[in-house]
């Protein structure tokens, strides 16, 4: 049925953008927890963990998004799993931003000097300890900016769940070209809302960024 | 656990696998070169252009760069068509992605221009270099080596990232992996299998950048 677009779609539309907030925060907490263990299995002192992170992260950089979201979706339900796309869209963009999120923190990680690791040595701290009072607070601060600008990354790709059928902001904007038969001007005012949740971000970003040119 | 795996059918398509892989090359290599010349032309016009040529490129980055693609691509392929202006799905996933990325290419040459110290063009000036020459010499050649790594990545991000326009039904890898899927009902097999196909196919454009690296930057 073919009805008119009015004002009510938008806001609809709207609405749905809580499904995309939601899914970026989930995303975001699942990839921060990966993502730590990844940046800390890259900076660990045994090489075999370095190398099982660095070969997790290539695997996840190398694939597509998508691949990772019909594996988990169409692919786990053949071991028996009733999938629903929260639970696949969760597990696929928490593998995928974890990856990244590792390796941003990585280089954070890294870019503090050797020699802040060996001054914590010679106090007597032990890894966790240097880790926890000496490196962490100071790499923090270089990590944020690159982390909000990810964050940016995965807003826009959290749009990618509506091929699995995730209700989200792209997906009701799909829904609502269905049945207004508006394509342009939906996906035009689909655009305008991503676009007021990431700019605002992005330049968030970038002013954090600059700051901390300017302290060091 | 019940499931076998069975390959023997997504196999037998490998025609449909290969002609989608063709398709997911030529994307990937044709965005990659307009999207350069993109990002080449907008950067200097960011970088040396009046004040209004600024500004319309910062619009046009800006608005690509906090945009999901797939929204980009739902918007000239569903979208344009009521505006007059139809593409079949190929051919607007071309556009789509030659875009997508040109503002991420302008971003990245911008600021490797922007790194080349002022000083070194006016030594370009004071040794009698033309305008062109300082350009090519000076400005162009040592910024690309800088921002080589990240442009490199960015490419290798796109290429993943054609997987999108089996959206639109452009008949790339993953398309025809969606085809298979449906006649074999083979789902994980057939997305287990393009997955490894993408990841060589990462693999491999890192190794073609490495090289070019290697040949044209590294010996001077």
Known sequence: ?216 | MTYSFQFRDVFAAWEFLLEGLVLTLELSLVTMVVGLVIGLAGAAARVYGGPWLKRIVAVYVETIRNTPLIVQLFLIFFGLPSAGLKFDANTAALIALSINLGAYSIEIIRAGLEAIPRSQIEAGQSLGLSPVQIYRYVIIFPSLRMMFPALSSQFVLLMLATSVVSQISAQDLFHMASIIQSRTFRDFEVYILVAAAYLILALLFRLAFAGIYHFVFARR
């Not at chain 1, 075999?48 to 019909?70: M, N």
């Not at chain 1, 997906?171 to 939906?186: K, M």
């Open chain 1, 1 to 216: 049925m073919i009805r008119e677009l009015s004002f009510i779609d938008v806001l609809y539309l709207i609405a749905a953008t809580r499904w995309t907030l939601a899914l970026t925060a989930i995303a975001f907490l699942g990839g921060g927890i990966v993502g730590l263990a990844v940046a800390l299995l890259r900076v660990s002192s045994l090489a075999p963990l370095r190398w099982l992170g660095a070969i997790y992260v290539h695997a996840v950089q190398g694939t597509p998004l998508l691949a990772w979201l019909f594996v988990f979706f169409f692919g786990l339900s053949i071991f028996g799993f009733t999938v629903s796309p929260w639970l696949a869209a969760a597990a696929a963009y928490s593998i995928y931003a974890g990856a990244f999120l590792g390796e941003i923190w990585r280089g954070c990680l890294q870019a503090i000097p050797r020699t802040q690791w060996e001054a914590g040595a010679s106090l007597g701290l032990g890894f966790t300890q240097q880790l926890r009072y000496i490196i962490v607070p100071q790499a923090l601060r270089l990590a944020i900016p690159p982390t909000v600008g990810f964050l940016v990354q995965l807003i826009k790709n959290t749009s990618l769940a509506a091929v699995i059928g995730f209700i989200e902001l792209t997906r009701e904007g799909q829904l609502t070209t269905a049945t207004t038969f508006r394509p342009f001007t939906v996906y035009l005012i689909v655009a305008a809302i991503y676009f007021a949740l990431c700019f605002p971000l992005t330049q968030w970003s970038r002013r954090l960024e600059r700051r901390l040119h300017v302290a060091r």
